[in-house]
């Protein structure tokens, strides 16, 4: 028996002239949380964002960096991780529906907006 879907949450992402939506189940929200744990606690010890070292990544710094892994997973056509590294993004910044990708290698770039 499948899981029914209450609703959705979608977040866009425009890479240069192309956007895409992605569509995150409200379940993947509600049980991913060891997942964005995981990825919290790689954080916590600091990171590499473009030239800059972060030793505490902020909310947005976190969600820049998860949407840099966001870009590299979409590229590389991995679907899955994409989605929830998506819902990441959207469990800790849940005003971010729009994404503008930085493709040009700087990923304290990516602009996180309400629309």
Known sequence: MGREIDSLMQ?????????RDIDVPDFILAEADDYFALLDRDMDKGY????????RPDSEQRCQIVADKLLTALSN?????????????LKRMPQVH?????TEG??????????
């Open 98 to 102: 729009v994404i503008r990708m930085n």
């Open 11 to 19: 977040l866009q992402i425009q890479i240069n002239d192309t956007t």
């Open 106 to 115: 700087d990923m304290t770039e990516h602009d996180l907006s309400a629309f």
């Open 77 to 89: 056509g991995n679907q899955q991780s994409g989605l929830l590294l998506a819902a990441y993004i």
């Open 48 to 55: 590499q964002m473009s030239r800059k070292w972060v030793d």
